[in-house]
């Protein structure tokens, strides 16, 4: 998605080093918001997933540079 659409579908959040921080993505329809931490707005909103409203699937995330865990997904 990177190189088909530069800075679309991308946010940033900050981390705290050795830190967990939860993340929570709500799907409704074809919107998509990321929430961060304890946030209250979404740090990311995206309005146009591509496969509809009925569909099944799976959401990839993508974390630059930093070694990743995702457990609980």
């Known amino acids: ?9 991308e946010s940033y959040v900050d981390f705290a080093p050795g830190e967990w921080t939860t993340t929570r ?10 929430f961060a931490g304890d946030a209250l707005q979404p740090a990311l909103i995206v309005n146009d997933l591509k496969r509809g409203p009925d569909s099944n699937g799976s959401i990839g995330l993508y974390v630059d540079k930093a070694p990743t865990d995702i457990s609980e997904t």
């Open 25 to 34: 993505i709500d799907v409704k329809g074809t919107t998509a918001k990321l």
């Open 1 to 9: 998605m990177c190189r088909e659409a530069p800075a679309q579908y």
